[in-house]
């Protein structure tokens, strides 16, 4: 496989690179592309050493009739099928089978990024360094306004671990030093100008506008893809989510500006949700600065 093809022609690509069905995308434009798949099956299909960065947020797999908080009520945990866990291996061989295939589509100075609870960020940790990526930082994403713990008999879990690492640890990956210093960003607290960015993110949970048509049960803040994107990323670069949620990687792509997109869900509903979002934000680029 070549990874000289172009985000243009990836499409085709995609659909005729297998003796099996054809593939079309779910929606796409010029720079925007969601696939309803299983994200195994569409990365199969991808060139080799073609992906900038990839930003994956895999299911917890918590699904188990738990409870939580949400909007001070108690709530279950279940999310879905695709948010049940199968057992320790199979859930291990899972997130080492998808990981595998990002490494493949990644170029050698290419990057991904990985948000996890303890539930999971274990996991995919260890199988980071297995597979011989280069673990870069990770970042604890704080939130100030997460949910209280309804239980009472734990700390209430107030952050998530963000994995960054590199697929050669011999290539240079893209990280925008000076873009990424503190009071760059309106969401920083510490307003200290160029002072480096530390590894601890105090960011909000998603605002109620970022809900506005719904939202996925483990939906991402603009602002943490934004910083994300901006850090890792230049312009022209190709980012994938293959577990695209409500696909705020891709409006983060699409609020910076000049970053092609591919997102892949087996959710049609949160597709859909996706697109509502898109064709919100396509318009208005400076509404989350």
Not at 32 to 52: A, H, T
Not at 133 to 158: M, Q, R, V
Request: net charge positive; glycine share 4%.
């Amino acid at each position: 496989m070549t990874e000289n093809i172009a985000y243009e022609q990836l499409i085709e690509y995609i659909s005729k690179n297998t003796v099996q069905k054809s593939i079309s995308p779910y929606f796409k434009t010029s720079d925007f592309c969601l696939y309803n798949n299983d994200c195994i099956e569409i990365m199969s299909r991808l060139p080799d050493n073609y992906i900038d960065m990839i930003f994956a947020d895999p299911p917890y797999l918590l699904s188990n009739n738990g409870i939580t908080c949400h909007a001070g009520k108690m709530v279950s945990v279940n999310k879905g099928e695709w948010d049940k866990s199968n057992g320790f291996e199979k859930d291990l061989l899972f997130h080492e089978t998808w990981l595998t295939e990002c490494r493949r589509i990644l170029k050698p100075e290419g990057t991904i990024w990985i948000s996890g609870t303890m539930h999971n960020i274990y996991q995919t940790g260890f199988l980071l360094q297995k597979l011989n990526f280069h673990l870069l930082n990770d970042i604890s994403w704080f939130k100030p306004n997460a949910a209280p713990n309804l239980a009472c008999t734990t700390f209430a879990h107030s952050h998530e671990t963000l994995l960054w690492a590199r697929k050669d640890k011999k290539a240079r990956q893209t990280f925008n030093y000076e873009r990424m210093k503190v009071g760059k960003f309106p969401e920083d607290k510490m307003k200290v100008p160029d002072k480096q960015m530390r590894s601890v993110w105090s960011i909000p949970t998603p605002t109620v506008e970022e809900k506005e048509f719904g939202k996925h049960p483990t939906q991402k803040p603009i602002a943490l893809l934004k910083r994300i994107v901006l850090a890792s990323t230049k312009e022209n670069d190709i980012v994938l989510d293959p577990f695209n949620d409500g696909g705020t990687t891709g409006i983060a792509c699409k609020l910076i500006g000049n970053r092609k997109y591919i997102g892949i869900d087996i959710s049609p509903e949160y597709l859909e949700l996706s697109m509502k979002r898109y064709n919100k934000y396509i318009n208005q680029p400076n509404l989350f600065e």
